[in-house]
């Protein structure tokens, strides 16, 4: 392989992971209510904007950070017990057309509480390149494919080792039947919200200081996120890992051996094709009863 085509990967492989973690909180939320969360790209906003702020005010990185994913927990919290569960016995659409109109909220509010100027975070580890086979990669790149591979580990322990785990799982299984042996879906849905919150502003952070964030930088990002999803199989956890690289590696082939402004063309191009052809995508999407 050509160093060229391993610069193409490189960076493929670096969005791929962004849109990875994206997709992981769509699919999250999707197993525990059969809702699709439209407002999962304003949680990767509110992420790199909150870490953002707070590390121009002072505060240390690695600080900044974990208030800033604290931070949007806590919105995603809110957003759980305050607007779905307020309205779960009502259809699916509606229940999305209120993650619409929480997305489009949460937007409006970034411009009062930040503006709509475009904000930047340092890299967690310098900005000199380094090379690998001829490939420049940036650091932060590197940070991005770690952290991406530690929290789909985190995430298989979590699932199969704790008791909330557990009961997440149960619950996108067969909804009924995890209430009949005692598990409250109430608390399954917050925690739901919560973690897919925490995803997307771990994935705000690591992706500012490439390509710096603001007010509306959730909006594509939430779109892809969601492509990925779907190209992976809506509800599968290995899928929405394996649909946010492809999609990655195929956004930065397209750009690099075509043209640049094919890239945010081909996530919706694929998205569409594997409804077409694959409606279950490459791992086969899962079934789940809505709240």
Not at 44 to 53: E, L, P
Not at 121 to 138: D, K, M, N, W
Not at 232 to 260: D, H, I, K, N
């Amino acid at each position: 392989m050509s160093a060229e085509s391993l610069q193409f990967v490189a960076g493929g492989l670096t969005t791929g992971a962004i849109y990875a973690l994206v997709a992981l909180g769509f699919s999250i939320i999707f197993n525990a209510s059969g809702v699709i969360n439209f407002a999962q790209g304003e949680f990767v906003m509110i992420g790199g904007m909150s870490a953002a702020t707070l590390f121009a005010s002072g505060m240390a990185l690695p600080v900044a950070i974990a208030c800033a994913v604290g931070a949007a927990g806590i919105v995603g919290l809110m957003l759980a017990k305050f607007a779905v569960g307020r309205a779960r016995r009502a259809d699916v659409v509606t229940l999305i057309i209120i993650t619409i109109g929480a997305s489009m909220l949460l937007r409006g509010l970034a411009q009062i509480v930040w503006d709509k100027r475009i904000h930047a975070l340092p890299s967690l580890s310098g900005h000199r390149p380094v090379e690998l086979f001829g490939a420049t990669i940036l650091p932060q790149s590197l940070w991005v494919l770690a952290v991406t591979i530690a929290v789909v580990a985190m995430l298989s322990w979590f699932f199969g080792q704790t008791r909330l785990g557990k009961a997440m799982l149960a619950t996108s299984y067969n909804r009924l039947a995890a209430e009949l042996v005692g598990i409250d879906v109430r608390i399954v849905l917050l925690a739901s919200f919560g973690l897919a919150a925490v995803l997307g502003a771990i994935a705000g952070v690591l992706i500012a200081p490439i390509t710096f964030v603001s007010y509306d930088s959730g909006v594509m990002l939430g779109l892809k996120g969601f492509a990925a999803a779907i190209l992976g199989g809506l509800g599968s956890f290995p899928g929405a890992v394996v649909g946010g690289l492809t999609l990655g590696l195929l956004e930065s082939l397209a750009a690099g051996y075509l043209s640049s402004a094919y890239k945010d063309v081909i996530a919706f191009v694929v998205m569409l094709a594997v409804l077409l052809v694959m409606p279950g995508g490459i791992l086969g999407a899962r079934t789940s009863a809505r709240v």
